[in-house]
């Protein structure tokens, strides 16, 4: 066991300082090496097929909490209309082109309603952990970053709702209508919501009640596994919970270290005057305000230590995720089901492409919504990477369903492709627009 973490921690390693010097995403490292390690070390099985499902459920509130401390509620409120468009509508409609293309490309199978529905939520699934991973390497617009990683976190919530309401009913024979479904999900989002806020505001109680930083990180943890497990006991979406929960923590928690920087910032101006005239203030005042600002200042940092732990937790949690995924593929049924997946991979590239299209059209008609252009829209187009959430879905497919190889052998593959085709056409995109961006960026800190 030590030496399965020895290597989890060297994959871990190495994807990170790719990354930083060398701007390689780290999810083309950690899956290219997870998986040449698992091919030298067949032995180093951390999961086997059957408890791969809970690993997955066990990994991904940390995956989630990590992605939604990066959001702040100012941003989600400004960006609403957008968002909603991008992550929720997008989706749907998403899903019903998929619907008609799947009756049309994958006619042999006669596939249901039901299964085609389960099988373009788990390909349009997006991961906001490769998202986030390769614009922390550069410098992006705000509002295009807000726009691509809200995407691709909100994305998962929509696509998990119709896929556990939705899909799998229909695939056990129940009888659902429009009506149906706009309740359903009304009632899923509504308690989800209700969850996440009541575990969050518990969570910012708590939090008051402590000044330790470590305890700090480990209600971080609390918050998001408690508002994911309150979620799941009454059979809602418990990632939309931890979402929910994790930004209302975040929100409540950050106005307090707002208030703080703007006192350092208070202080550090009296110093300043201080120093030039020592005699404006008195030594036991500067005595106290220089006490106050340092203990403020180690606060502020030890907050983004723990927002940076997190995110390591989350970069070893997505590094276990891919070691064990690999342990899991047969290269047999990706080749035996490789024309599938690349008609599975290029309609969705398809269908993503004219959705964003979409996007842009009618955001720039409307003053409510944020303006794209052609350069943002291929990178919110790009953004759709796949992740962990697909693999999820895909461990929750009816046992007796007759394509569930095939449904596993497209999932795997279209996940495979999009992280390193996806990825490095995202990363080409943004160095090759590399001038524009940061004039937009400039622009933006004016």
């Known amino acids: 066991m030590i030496l399965t973490l020895l ?69 989600l409120k400004k960006n609403a209309i957008s968002l909603f468009y991008l992550a929720v509508l997008s989706v749907a409609l998403s899903i019903g082109f998929g619907i008609f293309a799947a009756n049309t490309f994958f006619a042999e199978y006669a596939l249901s309603t039901g299964a085609i529905i389960a099988l373009f939520a788990m390909v349009l699934a997006t991961d906001p952990v490769s998202v986030v991973s390769v614009f922390s390497s550069f410098k992006v617009p705000h509002r295009l970053a807000i726009l691509a990683e809200g995407e691709s976190l909100f994305n998962d919530a929509t696509a998990l709702i119709i896929f556990m309401f939705i899909a799998i009913p229909m695939m056990n024979g129940v009888e659902i209508g429009a009506m149906d479904i706009a309740m359903v999900s009304l009632k899923v989002v509504a308690i989800s919501v209700f969850i996440g806020l009541m575990v969050g505001f518990i969570g910012v109680v708590i939090m ?139 309609i969705t590239t398809l269908i993503r492409a004219f959705m964003m299209g979409t996007f842009g059209v009618v955001s720039n008609m409307t003053k409510k919504m944020t303006d794209i252009g052609v350069r943002w829209w291929s990178v919110l187009l790009f953004a759709g990477i796949k992740g962990g959430l697909s693999i999820v879905m895909l461990q929750m497919l009816p046992e007796s369903f007759e394509h569930r190889e095939m449904f596993n052998a497209i999932v795997i593959g279209v996940i495979l492709l999009s992280t390193f085709v996806y990825a490095i056409i995202l990363v080409g995109i943004i160095l090759l627009n590399k001038n524009s961006f940061d004039e937009e960026v400039r622009a933006e800190v004016h």
């Open 7 to 75: 290597l989890l921690l060297t994959i871990l390693f190495i994807s990170i300082e790719l990354q930083k010097y060398f701007k390689i995403p780290s999810p083309i490292t950690l899956i290219g090496l997870s998986y040449s390690f698992y091919y030298m070390f067949p032995n180093m099985v951390l999961f086997s097929e059957e408890t791969f499902a809970e690993l997955v459920l066990f990994l991904i509130p940390i995956l989630i909490a990590a992605d939604a401390l990066q959001l702040k509620l100012e941003d």
């Open 208 to 346: 008051r009640l402590t000044a330790d930083p470590m305890s700090e990180l480990v209600l971080i943890l609390l918050t998001a596994y408690g508002s994911f497990e309150v979620a799941e006991h009454f059979h809602v979406a418990g990632l939309l919970a931890v979402i929910v929960a994790i930004i209302t923590l975040n929100t409540v928690t950050q106005k307090s270290f707002d208030e703080k920087a703007k006192k350092v910032k208070k202080a550090r101006n009296i110093v300043n005057r201080a120093n030039k005239n020592k005699k404006i203030f008195s030594s036991n005042f500067m005595s106290g305000i220089t006490r106050k600002l340092s203990s403020d200042v180690s606060d502020i940092e030890r907050h983004n230590q723990n927002l940076n732990y997190v995110a390591v937790l989350a970069l070893l949690a997505n590094t276990f995720l891919f070691m064990s995924m690999a342990s899991i593929v047969h290269i047999d049924l990706l080749l035996k089901y490789q024309t599938e997946i690349l008609w599975m991979f290029l």
